[in-house]
């Protein structure tokens, strides 16, 4: 007889329990499902597999992916590799963290609450913001819940779009608000990289409720938050920074050029890229929005016998309180990768943050002089970047990239796979995990393949 | 116990927990890098330790919290069950773990591979004719689901603008309607807990887009006409959605495409069983059935002569993207391993220990306490603790701190909000009829501290690093990020 | 000023602390070492390195070895590549466990006082015996100890080696009686691959110590115990065991055969190969020789709440009390690798352990059944095996070792490694990770090269 | 807190926490491959629980005990550093990890460039001229060496019979000594802490083998003759032995082999990070000078043009194998991390910071606590509670179990035999300031709760999930296994 690792039960608990519950058989305490309705037959699945099969099977479909510790990647758009010091997966390896519920009782759970109130301090210290919930969904949920903010908070239907807001990002914010009678409007992009302000200027009416602005924008340019804030507290509307972290060593912080709203994906701090998720969105806010925010807020209370603790609180904001009337309808969030971001930023600290930010930056740099040599590659934007820039090229960018995939190197995104009549563009991201050697390699591997 | 400081408090200015390489590069001076109005004035403002007090503060939080590695989380409408290790160690493998979205097709075969494969289990599962692995968890799910009935709706230039949702029915519901645009109308339950059909039927017409329905529903009651209320709502063409919270009660035994459902989302942190993370993360597939799969949202992965390949471009009835890349792929990884364990040939095994286990605890602990909804139950029951409120003054609440004094986490309390004083209990199969014997003892235990002494259980909890915590003065004085000199 | 992760004092704390201390210098604090033992100039070293800079070199150096997962490997002859089931990973990678000290102060650590207790159990159960203590060093270590305790338990100072005694371990007791006049002898092996019982029984007299047998010996032939044990216990010396611990689960327990000592290497049970160590020895004995056992044993008793708890007990045997009268030297030991042998035990449980013996066992006799049948090859030996076996070849092994490696297969271990004039032979290994397919390889692979 | 029953008393007939594949090979039957007399009768007598079950149980008993990533872990002699979890993430490498002993040298040649490296660190850092990694910690280490020892004089045909250690000596250097089958005669120390030189001159002669000697000493003071003693050993052809527990006190610093010392240990769970395992493993490889070198035990790594590879055969006069295969690779590998993450360039830090916090941390304590060395210690240092014990009854072991009540691990007690109630603290240069002074302050608050109240001491600790623990009568009635019902 088969008993599974997961399943305690043998044939002697079923009994003894069976007869406690006075039931017969295990099927009997199936009868409230009416016979119509159960399956009948087989389904189309295979087999149940021992461990060693399952290993053998998965690390058989892992070996069929080519991860960028194989190939070298200069893929960004959105998702970057740093590098993540190991002892943040050790710590949120521990399964008293991995393995809890959320912390519906705070007694019982005040190591993970510490933590989400430390992240919360952390994501406030990094945005110049006044107020950060326990996180969201991932990068482009944050800029939607953001607008919707707004959105309450003015009683306004309009959002205007900075040039440069991540085009998924964009996508899932029309997503969010295509049945909420939201009208989304973009701005154009100026010649040098950035939103044309001019332009966008004219798109800002007494109808908008926010301005959203991405810094860098998706070019990799870097924009100037405080002419954005002031069109927007201009209109009356608010200002939504839809920001990466890291660049916030370096960058003025949402905070400090007048942004009402700070959001972004937050999985350049330590957590890895796991093909697109879990990530980690995030959220922050000036003190007059709190009653906004969605989702789990942590905060600081005291217990009966005197000693500081946290809990969750703001609850009525939430939808198992108020139900429809509830600011979000997040419930299950990202709270475990908030806390690999709280280690991440313990282990690197301020010192280590401006390092990895300003030696990614130059290693950019570096890379961008060595490509602007490459016969018949330009730069098209002027603007300042960080590091991630465009590279137009003399032929389609994604010819290039199979070339160069060849050479195992993964070269850059190809933006036309986000923008029509972006053929020869490719967005070219590197981080302080590449080599002077690596970057070298790059310039040649491209030349040859332009040659 | 002693508080912990907050890392913020043990930090020391230039300690290092981790150092880069040098540069290796030629430096550029920043200043010529970034336009001086552009660059940060303010101090970054965290923490810095050395890597010894980093691991050992986050690894005395740990220690300060409980999850179903160190005890039983019955938490009813959770699902708290076992989380594999082979999950973990699967999901951190390089090839899995260290993948850029944007990668191309041709390097990440095995990842598509994995999110095509569990789109089948998933189909197969639910009866349903096609699923999206997108939603992040089972809200957007939920979101997306009622998004893609109402570009269907909308397909057809009809404009419903009612959703249905029974009083019984999780918060996420009627916010993700109203997220969605919609009015949100509330259906009574009866006194059997199950969704009075009479007051049901009164509000279904022309105007309803959808009813939302958990089955078994969250006081563990199987709402066996579902398909007749289907019948009901396909007159008008209204859809029926069904909420896959509940899904370990009936995986692999009946199928919500079966019971007349057109859309449904998965909860795999909770059937699937990939670790809930201390609140996520966790991903909430949604399954439809055929008239509703060219709304679904974009990428699709598809299968073709030359491989899989992630489709964005070919669905133009898409109701586009419910978020960033492609799903919460760790967790959607984890959950295929978890069924692959199990095959076809055991996979109702998961509903038949968690359906047993739950009928034993509520048959150790009806002598005891109010069951409303009577026997059997499916995989959680409802206690009603009103009696002991009204006759020891002692309710959910002092229950489940006293229970964190026994050493057990306590179950969902005051949810659903139909039941006074309500306990939802939630076994699930992965703990052993000597957990459940030793967790009903102890509740008993406290029933009896009650009569004896209530004060016992308002005083509680009183073995935990902390005593009962205020939450009303969190609420009403906010405290929600460090500054120097809070604590 | 480069502050390192590994140490917290910043020029600040240090300048507080020499106040506090009184000193001008931490130079200062170095005064007690006189000026002419300094070391002057630097050493031949190169420079610190960042983490990301140690994960780059060491996955580099790991990358020059081959696997036995990359390799299909038929090695064994003491170490044996089992399956480990993910669940001791995680739970010895539990820093409580791997971070902490030898339990001195038994109220803080009884998990590991406990873990040991449980090993302590499990390996009686084992082994038939009624006292573990709580590890050696590996198993050549506890064969010698063994020996120690049989020489001081006797009085007497000869000790008579069955033939099949692993030869590193044999070297090892020598080793370690090198100078301690004892004489030590071995027993030759009879054509069936097992110990000559006739010319041991000679061996064997009135100064004989001990007896020592393996088994399965190290040609992978089963020995009969109750021989040996009738033999040594006839001259009035001890039988020592030595056995490999999975097997126990099919074959007569040391308890069961009358051995008075069993010992042996642990590694077989979840344990990483690890190229040879970090292992477990273990020893067990009779009630009677408890005052004989060397290193920790872990007792229960109870506290002064009148719980169950658990201690380091009979510590007069060793070596921080009684010195130089101490049993054994050993102080630290390999507790970390009893407590993943502990949980082992519990993962497989023991249905789990027979099924591991016996599929080994199939599959060895599965393939000693094809490789009978390649031309030119032999199994000299008639005696019955688990799962390993001589194989002798039609020429020298180290050539075919070669070859077959070339296909990707470790063929086995070459005799000739430990016995000159066996230059043909070698010795196979296989366990139950090694599929059908595998072995049909192996065999066709051999038939190749040897053609 | 309540105990934690046994696994075995967890287990139920028939659970299952692992599951293997079916057998694909065709099944003989048992009995016809294992002759009758031969198989095993009795019961296997093994636990059986689901997986859960067993995950839980260790991660349980973990949460039962207290390591230095929970702690401050003070133990003097024991070095309880920081372990680096990069150190722990490289020697779980496929690469490194799955590696059989007997693989060709052509397929292991990073793990022997690994050996191989540790040997040129291990020469460079103990001005020793040849390194051997086998020994499996510090006691074989010293075995090992007294080993080579015997056989070099025994090369030369001379016998002497006698190793000198010094009354402070740790236990293995005495026990080691008499399993090489020598006698043992101990040295006096003097009021300050180190060797009697009158007395240790006394006892030098023709038959003296080997002095063994620590340095700094075990009471945390330098040494600051021993080369003198070195000359004097070196007269009669003796040897000196150094025992390298605490060269964290002088890594990079000062040299045993420049001091003349002509053999010694390492304890890389010590002085190089590795985690000590609750009681191991660690290892102890050994350094010598040259003349000692030829009697190294076998095997050793040379390299060659082809690579590296390992030699059993070419050293006639190696004193043989100490132990199986070739030392605990898996710890080795990790120090040599640690040691690379340090440099040549910051080797001394090390060193450094050990002595500064042992010096801040007595100056701290010595206000309160007799001190009976004086000032400044070295890397770890005696205090001595007579005074206490005479003046509150509280000693030693009182003040060790309080100290678990204020939640830390107490320092080393009664050892090194020549002090009274001794407490040997060794704070190792992880630590920061704040623990040292939170630790101090905690001894400080024992103190005088033992002035007004000595019973407090006495029933401690009370918050730990036992109580202070009968040891002598677990030592009376041994109860060393579990058996049906003993608890
Ligand atoms: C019945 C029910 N529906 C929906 C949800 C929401 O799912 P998630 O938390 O994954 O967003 C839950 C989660 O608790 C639930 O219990
Ligand atoms: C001074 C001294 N010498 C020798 C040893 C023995 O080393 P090991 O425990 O590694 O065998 C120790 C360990 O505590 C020690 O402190």
């Known amino acids: 007889m088969f008993q599974h690792p997961y399943l305690p039960a043998t044939p002697e608990d079923v009994a003894l329990m069976l007869e406690k519950i006075g039931a017969a058989s295990v099927e009997e305490l199936f009868k409230p499902i009416p016979g119509h309705l159960r399956l009948k037959g087989a389904m189309d699945l295979p087999p149940h597999l021992s461990e060693m099969e399952l290993k053998d099977l998965f690390q058989g479909l892992a070996d069929r992916n080519k991860s960028v510790g194989r190939l070298e990647s200069y893929l960004g758009a959105g998702a970057y590799e740093h590098f993540s010091p190991t002892v943040v997966r050790h710590l949120i390896g521990r399964s008293e963290f991995y393995t809890a519920y959320t912390p519906y009782q705070p007694e019982m759970t005040q190591g993970v609450l510490q933590a989400i109130f430390e992240y919360q301090s952390c994501v406030c210290a990094l945005t110049g913001m006044d107020v950060s919930n326990a996180s969201l969904y991932e990068g482009g949920h944050a800029l939607a819940e953001a607008c919707l903010m707004a959105r309450a908070h003015t009683g306004r239907n309009k959002v205007v779009l900075a040039a440069g807001v991540h085009p998924e990002y964009a996508a899932v914010l029309a997503t969010y608000t295509h049945n909420l009678e939201t009208e989304i409007v973009q701005a154009p992009l100026a010649a040098d990289g950035r939103t044309d302000l001019a332009a966008l200027e004219k798109l800002v009416d007494d109808q908008t409720a926010a301005v959203v602005v991405s810094n860098p924008n998706f070019f990799g340019c870097l924009e100037e938050g405080g002419a954005f804030a002031r069109i927007a507290h201009g209109a009356g509307a608010l200002l939504v920074a839809s920001v990466e972290p890291v660049s916030l060593a370096l960058l003025k912080s949402p905070g400090e050029f007048g942004a009402d709203i700070a959001c972004g994906e937050g999985q350049s701090l330590g957590i890895s890229l796991s093909f697109g998720g879990p990530w980690l969105g995030f959220i922050a806010c000036k003190q007059a929005l709190v009653r906004r925010m969605p989702g789990r807020i942590c905060g600081l209370t005291k217990d009966n016998r005197g000693q500081q603790g946290f809990v969750l609180t703001l609850q009525t904001r939430e939808q198992h309180i108020r139900r429809e009337k509830a600011n979000s309808n997040i419930c299950t969030n990202q709270t475990l990768l908030a806390i690999a971001a709280t280690i991440y930023l313990g282990a690197v600290g301020p010192q280590g943050l401006k390092e990895v930010a300003s030696q990614s930056l130059q290693k950019a740099h570096y890379l961008a002089g060595l490509l602007k040599k490459v016969p018949g590659v330009g730069l098209p934007y002027a603007a300042a970047s960080l590091n991630e820039f465009v590279v137009r090229l003399p032929r389609a960018a994604s010819r290039v990239l199979e070339a160069m995939q060849a050479k195992g190197i993964l070269a850059g995104v190809a933006l036309d796979r986000f923008y029509s009549g972006r053929e020869n563009d490719l967005l070219v991201c590197v981080t302080e995990t590449k080599k002077k050697a690596q970057l070298d390699r790059y310039a040649a591997a491209l030349t040859e393949v332009l040659a | ?487």
Chains 1, 3 share one sequence.
């Not at chain 2, 220690?63 to 989380?73: L, W, Y």
């Not at chain 2, 968690?354 to 409802?382: I, K, R, S």
Request: charge should be negative; charged fraction near 20%.
């Open chain 2, 1 to 487: 116990m002693s508080i912990e400081r907050l890392i913020f408090e043990k930090s020391a200015v230039g300690r290092r927990a981790v150092v880069f390489p040098e540069l290796d590069v030629p430096a550029l001076p920043l200043e010529s890098l970034i336009p001086a109005g552009q660059r940060r004035e303010t101090p970054l403002g965290l923490p810095e330790v050395s890597q010894q007090d980093l691991v050992r503060h986050y690894t005395r939080l740990s220690s300060r919290n409980t999850g179903i590695d160190t005890q039983m989380v019955p938490l009813g409408s959770c699902t708290m069950k076992y989380n594999p290790k082979i999950n973990e160690d699967m999901a951190a493998r390089d090839g899995f773990r260290n993948l850029h979205p944007y990668q191309d097709d041709s390097t990440v075969q095995g990842a598509l591979e994995v999110l095509f494969e569990l789109e089948h289990w998933l189909r197969e599962i639910s009866g349903m004719d096609a699923v999206s692995l997108q939603p992040t968890a089972g809200a957007q799910g939920e979101l997306c689901a009622l998004l893609v009935a109402r570009a269907y709706h909308d397909s057809k230039g009809r404009k419903p603008r009612v959703v249905l949702v029974p009083d019984s029915s999780h918060g996420t519901n009627p916010a993700s309607a109203s997220y969605c645009g919609y009015t949100v109308e509330t259906v009574n339950s009866l006194a059997d807990g199950t969704v009075d059909l009479a007051d049901l039927k009164s509000k279904i017409n022309e105007n309803v887009a959808c009813l939302m329905m958990t089955n078994p529903n969250t006081v563990g009651i199987f709402e066996k006409d579902i398909s007749t209320v289907a019948a009901w709502l396909h007159e008008v063409d209204a859809q029926l959605y069904y909420d896959g919270a509940n899904l370990n009660a009936i995986c692999a035994i009946a199928r919500p495409g079966d019971m007349g459902c057109d859309m449904m989302h998965f909860n795999v942190h909770k059937t699937f069983s990939t670790p809930h993370g201390a609140g996520g993360p966790g991903a909430g597939p949604i399954g439809v059935k055929k008239h509703l799969q060219p709304f679904l949202p974009v990428p699709r992965v598809l299968k073709t002569a030359e491989g899989y390949h992630l489709d964005f471009k070919n669905f133009p009835q898409s109701i586009g993207r419910i978020r960033s890349f492609y799903g919460n792929f760790g967790i959607l990884l984890r959950a295929l391993v978890y069924l692959r364990s199990f095959g076809g040939d055991h996979l109702a095994d998961i509903a038949k220990g968690a359906v047993l286990n739950a009928n034993y605890l509520q048959a150790l602990l009806a002598p005891h306490f109010a069951t409303p909804y009577g026997t059997p139950c499916m995989h959680e029951f409802v206690l009603s603790l009103s009696k002991q409120k009204r006759d020891k003054d002692c309710g959910a609440l002092d229950f489940a701190k006293r229970l964190a004094d026994h050493g057990y986490h306590a179950p969902t309390i005051y949810f659903p909000l139909i039941v006074p004083e309500a306990m939802m209990i939630e076994p699930t199969e992965t703990e052993s009829r000597e957990t459940l014997e030793a967790f009903a003892a102890a509740l008993i235990a406290i029933d009896e501290e009650a009569s004896k002494d209530p004060e016992i259980l308002h005083a509680a909890p009183v073995n935990t690093p902390v005593g009962r915590l205020d939450e009303a003065n969190a609420a009403r004085k906010p405290v929600l990020r460090w500054t120097p000199g809070i604590s």
